[in-house]
């Protein structure tokens, strides 16, 4: 049986194939379409999977959409009907859209499957689930457990904003909910839009923020924006924020409450601002304890999964496993929106259809989340060519020794191999590396290559045989969700004069033997090499060690700020011609920036909007 899982038309458009259980491919539209986020039909997603499989629409048993359009507008409506008249402006504008587009959702998949197919029986084959079961799906099916409670955590789907399942075999039934306004994703949010930065996807940012900061307002945050609860349950003030009628998603109450108006882009970034920061991340990680400690206590199951937005709050994962109220954790990769999709689709296969799901126990079923397009060698080679590329092709013993060339003289690296990443890290198939014990990586990749703010921290890729000689982990973290503190050894104490220093300030100070990876609080958000899902980056890691001593690289996404992750071969040539990336290695095929064409620079420095 094929199932294709569509998510679409709010944020972070993808589309998913299963084929008899086994996830085939995935993929976001925004790889392809070069659009940060792209919300749109997910055409050249659904594309691509089809491809993948060797198969045609006409081979598709069921199509699944990720979540219930008319439920989302019964949410809507009730929302605008509870605080009317307050909001007219935003109503005005929120429902020519649903009348026009999202209202009628499933004419308009229909109109566009049809174009695949006219002949297809759309009335029995297109199915939709709810927003957080398609979610719940994601985490919990291709996880490696026969059962599991499955917690959801996002800004909010149809009506719930946080919602418990429990897992079994094939079946999967939530059983609590917190519903809208009330929303951890939303209040995580608020401060993302307090701080300047863009909701839906300068999240991040906030967390990684905060280690600069104290978390002075933590007190006032819970006393005066929410209700929490011993088993983590809460509700909102809503006096002091405007997401249910407004434009923004604070109000002027909420600026008084701080003493400071919201953040412009352009502000410089405050000793406050990170203050702010830290406080909400203290805030979230207290929610996130509470809540997985009542889940172990009410249900009994001694494995969790995790997906929604808020999942990829890893610094918090880091702390709910190291709160040890599981034995296990496992973190959908393409925990937002986008993972719906993969939901969608094995909720249909599981639940819809009933048939059986086989666990192991061990490994999941992501394939280390390697499920988008890939590329043969000779493919590689013509389309370099194409592009005005010069390179040499290389063998593989040579391919791993030129690769650790350049890095042990201190060289951005683009590494560009085998099939891409499903979701928002790369995870060394379409990455940037870096020496991280180089004090000056940090900043010469943010500032230089990435075009970012300097702040923003990289993670560690290290071979998991070696991850607990260098952080405080020994479990695994394939898909870069978890933080783990440095290992104590290996870490550099502050002398009294940068203990004093403050803010943006601490970022040249080096901290560890691995500075490069290294954030100001110690910690790093960990990715496990794994020998069985990508043997290329782990040969490549193990060469590094093998010269070095260190089973650790600087792995960073393959793009510059405000660009997707790029796909193919031309997007990876453009990139590298458009920054500081001083060697390229895609396939077999070794590019070094001085011998390419000069004409062939870019600036890509403004190219995309900034995200």
């Known amino acids: 049986m094929r199932v294709i899982g569509i998510s679409a038309f709010y944020h972070d458009a993808a589309a998913a194939l299963v084929c008899d259980g086994e996830i085939v491919a995935a993929a976001q539209e925004e790889r392809f379409t070069r659009r940060k986020h792209d919300s749109g039909f997910p055409r050249h997603a659904l594309d691509y999977c089809l491809a993948q499989a060797g198969v045609t629409l006409a081979d598709i048993d069921l199509v699944a959409f990720y979540d219930k359009p008319f439920l989302k507008f019964e949410r809507l409506l009730e929302t605008y009907l509870a605080f009317a008249p307050r909001g007219f402006e935003s109503f005005r504008m929120a429902i020519p859209v649903w009348l026009r587009e999202k209202l009628f959702l499933k004419d308009l998949l229909r109109n566009r499957l049809k174009e695949y197919r006219p002949d297809y029986d759309w009335e029995e084959r297109l199915i939709f689930s709810e927003h957080h079961l398609s979610h719940a799906g994601s985490a919990f099916y291709p996880s490696p457990f026969e059962s599991a409670a499955v917690l959801t955590l ?17 079946k999967l039934e939530v059983i609590k909910e917190i519903h809208f306004p009330h929303s951890l994703g939303l209040l995580y949010s608020a401060f993302t839009y307090y701080t300047g930065f863009k909701v839906n996807s300068g999240e991040y940012k906030l967390m990684g923020l905060a280690p600069y900061g104290e978390p002075r307002y933590t007190q006032l945050i819970l006393e005066n924006l929410i209700d929490l609860r011993e088993d983590g349950s809460f509700r909102l003030n809503l006096d002091y924020f405007n997401y249910c009628v407004g434009l923004t998603m604070t109000n002027r109450r909420f600026d008084r409450l701080f003493g400071q108006s919201p953040r412009t882009p352009e502000q410089l970034l405050t000793g406050f601002h990170m203050d702010i920061a830290a406080s909400i991340q203290r805030v979230t990680e207290e929610i996130m304890l509470r809540m997985t400690r009542a889940v172990a206590r009410e249900t009994g199951e001694r494995n969790l999964c995790l997906a929604g937005g808020v999942a990829l709050n890893c610094v918090a994962n880091g702390k709910v496993l190291r709160d040890g109220k599981f034995e296990n954790i496992w973190i959908q990769p393409a925990a937002g929106d986008a993972g719906g999709s993969v939901g969608a689709a094995l909720c249909a296969y599981h639940l819809y259809k009933g048939e059986p799901r086989c666990a192991d126990g061990s490994r999941d079923a992501m394939k280390g989340s390697y499920l988008g397009p890939g590329f043969g060698q000779r493919d590689i080679e013509d389309r370099l060519r194409a592009a005005g590329a010069r390179f040499t092709v290389a063998d593989d013993a040579a391919l791993i020794r030129e690769s650790a060339d350049a890095l042990l003289a201190q060289k951005a690296l683009g590494w560009f191999q ?41 993670a560690p890729a290290v071979t998991r045989e070696d991850v607990g000689d260098w952080f405080e982990l020994d479990a695994d973290s394939p898909y870069m969700l978890i933080v783990a503190g440095v290992r104590p050894e ?13 803010g943006i300030d601490k970022l040249n100070v080096a901290r560890s033997t691995i500075p490069a990876v290294t954030h100001v609080d110690y910690s790093a958000r960990v990715q496990t090499v794994h020998r069985e899902t990508n043997p290329r980056f782990h040969a490549l890691l193990t060469e590094f060690k093998r010269r070095t001593g260190c089973p650790v690289l600087v792995n960073t996404s393959f793009n510059v700020r405000g660009e997707p992750i790029v796909c193919t071969p031309e997007d990876a040539f453009r990139c590298f011609m458009g920054s500081d990336v001083e060697v390229l290695i895609i396939g077999n095929c070794v590019l070094r920036k001085e011998h390419q064409d000069p004409a062939l620079q870019l600036d890509y420095k403004h190219a995309f909007e900034l995200d």
Do not use: H
């Open 154 to 170: 996002d800004g909010v789907g149809e009506w719930a904003t946080s919602s418990l399942a429990l897992g079994r075999g094939n």
């Open 418 to 458: 085998g099939r891409m990443e499903f979701g928002p890290r790369a995870l060394g198939a379409r990455s940037i590396l870096g020496d991280p014990r180089s004090p000056s990586m940090q900043k010469t990749l943010n500032l230089r290559v990435k075009y970012r703010e300097s702040f923003r921290p990289f």
């Open 490 to 502: 290996l870490r550099r104490p502050m002398t009294r004069e940068e203990e004093q220093l403050f």
